[in-house]
């Protein structure tokens, strides 16, 4: 069965530049949730789209941006990019049955700065 | 390679009664083991962590590195505990987490 797909896998880059990560969710999940998790640390929240609407923000930078497109796949948008983000960025997909649903995780981007 | 097990993918208890939710990892080195929950709809939040051996609204946990399993244990469930619960492992880098494939929690009056 499909997976939640991110990519890229591996992303080196330095100071000040920007980076682009993508999510595929699994096929007809209608949400998206993005996690950071920095060297030693526990995973943090960093926002959800729900039907390509933003529905939760948490500790997001405002150099970081993200939305879901049409086709329910989503970017998060980094820029002037500094040493502490380096880190796990890592996606979840749920589907839209019911309320209570599960979330599938996908296996993570590393980012590198330098 | 580390690997988390949630053998249940769904739990259904009545109010009142024990609840233990199952996760099996493995793993080469010593594990760093969390419980994540997350309510309908909601963002993932860390529930408790092996190394605290915290009891967080009633839940506790105990690694059990002779069966490598880290059940999540609690034993008056109650309606509002109903909620998605994924098992994670840390490596000892760090660097890479391991969610198991989660296991729902559904409390009946």
């Known amino acids: 069965a499909a997976g939640v797909i991110q990519s890229p896998r591996h992303l080196i880059k330095e100071k000040r530049e920007t980076a682009t990560l993508k999510c595929y969710p699994i096929?007809?999940?209608?949400?998206v949730y993005w996690y950071q998790q920095g060297p030693g640390q526990d995973p943090q929240f960093l926002i959800s789209?729900?039907?390509?609407?933003?529905?939760d923000k948490g500790s997001i930078p405002d150099r970081f941006s993200a939305q879901q497109f049409s086709d329910y796949h989503s970017e998060l948008n980094m820029s002037s990019l500094e040493l502490g983000d380096s880190a796990l960025y890592f996606c979840?997909?749920?589907?839209?049955?019911?309320?209570?649903?599960?979330?599938?995780f996908g296996q993570g981007t590393r980012l590198t700065v330098v | 390679a580390q690997r988390v097990t949630q053998p249940e993918k769904l739990l259904s208890v009545f109010k009142g009664a024990p609840v233990e939710l199952k996760c099996n990892y493995s793993?080469?080195?010593?594990?760093?083991l969390f419980w994540y929950v997350q309510y309908s709809r909601q963002r993932l939040q860390l529930l408790l962590r092996?190394?605290s051996r915290e009891s967080i609204k009633g839940f506790t946990a105990d690694l059990n590195k002779g069966e490598t399993s880290f059940h999540l244990k609690k034993p008056f469930a109650q309606e509002e505990d109903s909620a998605m619960y994924y098992c994670?492992?840390?490596?000892?880098?760090?660097?890479?987490?391991?969610f198991g494939g989660g296991t729902r929690l559904m409390v009946k009056p």
């Open positions: 979840a997909s749920s589907s839209p049955t019911g309320m209570n649903t599960e979330a599938f």
């Open positions: 096929p007809r999940h209608d949400t």
């Open positions: 789209f729900y039907e390509k609407m933003q529905s």
């Open positions: 793993y080469s080195g010593s594990p760093e």
């Open positions: 092996h190394i």
């Open positions: 994670a492992l840390r490596n000892n880098a760090g660097n890479m987490l391991t």
